[in-house]
């Protein structure tokens, strides 16, 4: 039986939380909360799925699934931990079929899965935590790209930046991995938050940070393709140069440019770094090697070149390692030990050093991550711009 | 057998194919083209589950859910359509599971479901189409919100704001609806290429937009509520006027004045508006209506305030009908016929109308959707910090 009361509590539960879209989607029941990080870092999460005969997590401090138990109203639950402080991203396995998270607005922008992030917060806050200090601006820019599209990046300004309308500051270029966007090194990576942070300390220099979408075929193939949208499949060797010279030509042609024209900018080498994660990693070395006029610092996170690459292609950089070593203020290549690119991002360690180029490395625990990214980018960011860089 | 060819093929898509992510996720396979917005308008579907029972496409221009069919690889499709151009959004039902579209970047920010969009462009660009026009830009900012915590705006500046440094502009504040985010009128209502394209046609003034997070509530409990997150479920009449007068305190003594410190807004009621959507929209009343002296430009978009709470709370709207037509320039009351709040926002009109409190109105097609509030969006913003406002 209705009563007027529940009546009234449901018509305002109607007007309160209209919902902007009527898709299908489970039916309103209890609201959910989820993730609960709890006081002690254990972690409550929580999925609505009466009709489910499974439902598991599926989290990056996990070693495996953890299966997850139903309630009376249908709501499957887990508590793991205590995690370590930082940020994971996770997803649920619903009868075999991997869903984010839908309690949760914060996600991890990739073309190809979808997950969520669950902030385990420090004891004392972590250097990617918002602290009350100054905070930079995140601006997303739309440019003028290849063969006629419009690519967009986006652009962390930091604190001051819209006062100090004399200041020109340098450019860090950061470009995310494989199949993330140019949104993955905000969302994820918390780049914002760590030059807050480590400005704020005295850290590190007042910076532009530019981070571009390393995959410019699919971007131009949204755009100009049509009802014949390129097929990624096609991933043969030939392809994959391509792939990597159009990124490379774009970003030397249109995106340095734009940014140079719309934001104050310092436009010179010795104030223009460019990193990246992974395939990012692999874009930022060979745009580097092929454009030493324009790069005085490079950072590569989790990635490398081969030795063959390196000795066919790019000769120049190591023919002559007292010159590279001057023109290069920085170069850093970081790992973790339990990364699958492990051993040859050690292997191309041991060949800069066989062949006497200076590099700055780290290897950390940890895997092919992006709590490994926020390391680096910690790591390195106070490197940049600096006129002492350490040695190794 | 494996050759060594496809060894190297297989090493090739380890390296540059390296998800920055080891979830479970479906295994790696054929890579999956979705959505496909053919030249007739019709759109092709895929989702990669070869163990899948059963897949349906559940999007907001179908009346209900589409089934898929399996092909031999285990990709699930379906074509569907053609599509009037705009940008829906949508989800598969994959074995009763609502899932996002694991091959689109394209989603929808929300609280509580997850959705990806899918953009059917107009044979003439359509007013929120990326076309060649300068382009405004989006902001992501923090300022200094409740109870000690960090609130989130998404902010859009007009094109030239970064060149024109003397010039001040007015500023609409504009509120997504329930469950919506700060970045839902970016992502989903595409708010700042609208603007860039009436601005380019010299139909809209240059304004900065200021998009809030409207539940002050939640992000309160997620920073300060620890393992104890405010409960979202209790809903009773008492705490959500608590949560709409958060809103609005929220909104006048913290988004306002930061704003103002941190752009270059005109900073007087002639010049401020205040605009939103479903619950966003009653928001918006509530604020308006409470600050006559703040905003003289007031958007409801598929919302309204019903005659009760008008009369108990803003007897001072209606009492004066011709002070309150001086003091707003405009009054706008917008809503689709197949709402299921059409018959309460009509009302309202008819409230309005029989007060003699002036507003302009439209009735559109459709329903409470963000295809609507794109509508709204590019019918009001016209009108908002013109000298010459029309009547009804």
């Given at each position: 039986?209705?009563?007027?009361?529940?009546?009234?509590?449901?018509?305002?539960?109607?007007?309160?939380?209209?919902?902007?879209?009527?898709?299908?989607?489970?039916?309103?029941?209890?609201?959910v909360v989820s993730p609960q990080v709890n006081a002690d870092k254990t972690i409550t999460f929580r999925y609505l799925?009466?009709?489910?005969?499974s439902v598991e997590l599926s989290a990056q401090f996990e070693k495996g699934p953890v299966p997850m138990t139903k309630d009376?109203?249908?709501i499957w639950s887990a508590t793991v931990g205590p995690v370590k402080p930082d940020i994971y991203p996770y997803n649920f396995r619903?009868?075999?079929?991997s869903v984010m998270d839908p309690a949760n607005v914060a996600f991890f922008?990739?073309?190809?899965?979808?997950a969520s992030l669950v902030d385990v917060p420090g004891d004392t806050p972590l250097i990617h935590a918002m602290r009350?200090?100054?905070?930079?601006?995140?601006?997303?820019?739309?440019?003028?790209?290849?063969?006629?599209?419009?690519?967009?990046?986006?652009?962390?300004?930091?604190?001051?930046?819209?006062?100090?309308?004399?200041?020109?500051?340098?450019?860090?270029?950061?470009?995310?991995?494989?199949?993330?966007?140019?949104?993955?090194?905000?969302k994820v990576g918390k780049?914002?938050l760590i030059?807050?942070n480590?400005?704020?300390?005295?850290?590190?220099?007042?910076?532009?940070?530019?981070?571009?979408?390393?995959?410019?075929?699919?971007?131009?193939?949204?755009?100009?393709?049509?009802?014949?949208?390129?097929?990624?499949?096609?991933?043969?060797?030939?392809?994959?140069?391509?792939?990597?010279?159009?990124?490379?030509?774009?970003?030397?042609?249109?995106?340095?440019?734009?940014?140079?024209?719309?934001?104050?900018?310092?436009?010179?080498?010795?104030?223009?770094?460019?990193?990246?994660?992974?395939?990012?990693?692999?874009?930022?070395?060979?745009?580097?090697?092929?454009?030493?006029?324009?790069?005085?610092?490079?950072?590569?996170?989790?990635?490398?070149?081969?030795?063959?690459?390196?000795?066919?292609?790019?000769?120049?950089?190591?023919?002559?390692?007292?010159?590279?070593?001057?023109?290069?203020?920085?170069?850093?290549?970081?790992?973790g030990s339990d990364d699958?690119?492990?051993?040859?991002?050690?292997?191309?360690?041991?060949?800069?050093?066989?062949?006497?180029?200076?590099?700055?490395?780290?290897?950390t625990d940890g895997g092919h991550t992006w709590m490994n990214v926020k390391t680096y980018v910690a790591a390195?960011?106070?490197?940049?711009?600096?006129?002492?860089?350490?040695?190794?």
């Open positions: 039986m209705i009563t007027k009361t529940r009546t009234r509590l449901l018509l305002l539960w109607a007007i309160l939380f209209v919902p902007g879209l009527a898709l299908a989607q489970p039916p309103r029941g209890p609201l799925a009466p009709q489910a005969k009376a109203q249908g619903v009868d075999g079929v922008p990739n073309e190809r899965f979808k009350d200090v100054p905070h930079g601006s995140i601006n997303y820019e739309y440019y003028p790209s290849m063969e006629g599209t419009t690519g967009s990046l986006v652009v962390y300004t930091p604190p001051g930046y819209d006062q100090a309308l004399s200041k020109k500051y340098p450019v860090y270029y950061l470009i995310s991995g494989t199949t993330d966007t140019e949104e993955t090194f905000f780049t914002n030059l807050d480590l400005i704020a300390e005295g850290k590190a220099k007042p910076m532009i940070i530019v981070m571009p979408y390393g995959n410019i075929a699919a971007r131009i193939a949204e755009q100009k393709g049509g009802s014949k949208p390129a097929d990624p499949t096609v991933r043969d060797g030939a392809d994959a140069v391509k792939r990597a010279n159009d990124f490379t030509t774009d970003l030397v042609s249109n995106v340095i440019p734009y940014v140079e024209k719309s934001y104050r900018a310092i436009p010179n080498r010795d104030n223009r770094a460019i990193g990246g994660f992974s395939r990012g990693g692999g874009q930022t070395l060979r745009t580097a090697f092929n454009n030493m006029d324009k790069f005085a610092w490079v950072c590569a996170y989790s990635s490398y070149l081969s030795p063959q690459e390196m000795d066919g292609n790019f000769s120049q950089i190591v023919a002559k390692p007292d010159q590279t070593n001057k023109q290069l203020k920085l170069l850093w290549v970081s790992v699958f690119l492990y051993k040859g991002t050690v292997e191309f360690m041991d060949y800069l050093k066989a062949k006497n180029v200076n590099f700055k490395s780290l290897i390195t960011t106070p490197l940049l711009f600096q006129s002492q860089t350490p040695r190794p």
